[in-house]
């Protein structure tokens, strides 16, 4: 995309969604002896397409440079098990998956959900291109081919007689720089009557709830309903339902099937979204283009709040260390001075300092030591499961902050 088209439909971009400076990647986290070498910084600036609305950044880095080692493991949230273990129950439900069936998950990470069908005895399959991340659901007895998803890797598949009765892409299709080839890919592996079914997070939520750290060099592309439809139907495969569901921040779930395929009924809940969108005015230019200004005053008001915590001789520190908290403090530019570290429960992360940013990730038990005035939550889509876990702040009149919609001490 060097010459700058949109990723779907060719057509050049011109116009500016939100220009986030310049940032690192934002799972790159840095060990101690790397701490004095030079990091690499890239522009964060999205841009919205003119015909087909496809939010979207330039592919500064491949996937192969940022997925192959990944910091990443769904399974340290038990909120997000929970979320799997739901998602798995309902679709054999729907579906009416069994032993007969074939589930093949696209970005199948940890094996986090492909465990849930195994235990109900449904053969799967897991794709997964980081192979740290691969090995671990390996080690869970989870079959794992350690490689990026395209056609070419779909038709091996197919060669091989493996066709998926159920497709799963979740929280996967924005991390993926050539959508033709994913999405086709995707067509050629489902079997004729098979259905695919993706998660991601839903651009109206990013608008509407102001949740610009949403947005990362990971992240290639940011949906609405209307765009998926359009890229779906560019490779002959039709959405027959969609659900609104809370992950990341407010994400839609998608169902699709082969256009021939006459067994699946469209579901109205397609028109009311669709409807929905319009009514938010996500077919028009100008809605796309008004977000910034809501970024650049956001910007200045979580400043605000940490310079006068500091002043006032208030200490903050973080909890989590998600990419998503890393675009938010490098954007705003919080450094040690301002937020001396953050804990996170996931081991691989603990000793490892933020990108850009430098701030040391500890363990959780450093809030009980040092007893700060305000935890700072970085992951606030898991802010009432982190408000649980660390609920004995209030022992000592510590209080919960979040950024997200706006700045604000719960």
Known sequence: MSDKTCRFCRSPLKHTFVDLGVSPLANSFIKENQLSKMEPFYPLHTYVCDQCFLVQLEEF???????????????????????AKNYVNSVIDKFKLGPHSKVIEIASNDGYLLQYFKEKNIPVLGVEPAENVALKAMEKGIPTRTEFFGKVFARQLVVEGLKGDLIIANNVLAHVPDLHDFVGG?????????????????????????QFDT????????????????????????????????????????????????????????????????????????????????????????????????????????????????????????????????????????????????????????????????????????????????????????????AIPEIEVL
């Open 215 to 402: 947005i990362y060099h990971e992240h290639f592309s940011y949906f609405s309903l209307l765009t998926f439809q359009e890229i779906f139907k560019a490779h002959n495969l039709e959405v027959f339902d969609v659900e609104e569901i809370p992950t990341h921040g407010g994400s839609l779930r998608i169902f699709a099937k082969h256009e021939e395929d006459r067994s699946k009924v469209i579901h109205s809940n397609i028109g009311k979204l669709i409807e929905k969108e319009k009514s938010l005015s996500l077919h028009r230019l100008d809605t796309y283009q008004k977000f910034y200004d809501l970024v650049k005053q956001t910007k200045v008001k979580i400043l605000e709040f940490f310079i006068q915590a500091k002043k006032s001789g208030k200490t903050i520190v973080g909890y989590g260390a998600p990419a998503k908290g890393n675009t938010l403090l490098n954007y705003c530019g919080i450094g040690k001075e301002l937020l001396p570290y953050t804990v996170d429960r996931n081991p691989f992360k603990q000793g490892l300092y933020l990108p850009g940013t430098h701030i040391p990730v500890k363990a959780p038990d450093m809030i009980s030591e040092t007893k700060p005035d305000y935890v700072f939550i970085l992951p606030w889509n898991l802010k009432e499961e982190i408000m649980d876990q660390m609920s004995f702040i209030r022992e000592w009149g510590g209080q919960f902050v979040v």
């Open 61 to 83: 880095e491949s996937p192969e440079h940022i997925f192959k080692d990944y910091a990443y493991f769904s399974s340290f949230s038990d909120s997000w098990l929970d979320h």
């Open 186 to 210: 995707m067509k050629q592996l489902m079997h004729p009557l098979g259905v695919i079914t993706v998660e991601f997070p839903h651009i109206l939520n990013l608008i509407c709830q102001n």
